[in-house]
């Protein structure tokens, strides 16, 4: 069982930055990916990012790609969104997540989730 807490979300103007922590407790295992989503009510949660949880191998939604910037520091347990050039659409709750083996942008395929954090861009 894994456990995730996310900090960092706030407010901020468009064209600034902010950075999501995720930290995980219970057992990472070698072959885990995480990732991070994010919700806008009434619409479906969308896919953002991913990394290789041992290799640090990336992948990014065109939405948010050369913009964010997904990390692990794995002596820490802990995720990392850096989220740079911020737009009023990039408002949501922003969700971290792991799950076993391959990289799926589907967030109906992940296993464990964290409890949001509100990210609020204005313009």
């Known amino acids: 069982q894994v456990q995730l807490v996310e900090s960092g979300g706030g407010v901020v103007q468009a064209g600034g930055s902010l950075r999501l922590s995720c930290a995980a407790s219970?057992?990472?295992?070698?072959?885990?990916?995480v990732g991070w989503f994010r919700q806008v009510p009434g619409k479906e949660r969308e896919f953002g990012a991913v990394?290789?949880?041992?290799?640090?191998?990336?992948a990014y939604a065109d939405s948010v790609k050369c913009r964010f910037t997904i990390a692990r520091v794995v002596v820490k347990s802990t995720m990392y969104l850096s989220m740079n050039s911020l737009k009023p659409e990039d408002t949501a709750v922003y969700y971290c997540?792991?799950?076993?083996?391959?990289?799926?942008?589907?967030?109906?395929?992940?296993?464990?989730w964290g409890q949001g954090t509100q990210v609020t861009v204005s313009s």
């Open positions: 997540a792991i799950r076993n083996r391959a990289i799926v942008r589907d967030p109906s395929g992940w296993e464990y």
């Open positions: 219970g057992r990472i295992f070698s072959n885990y990916v």
């Open positions: 990394c290789l949880w041992t290799f640090g191998s990336t």
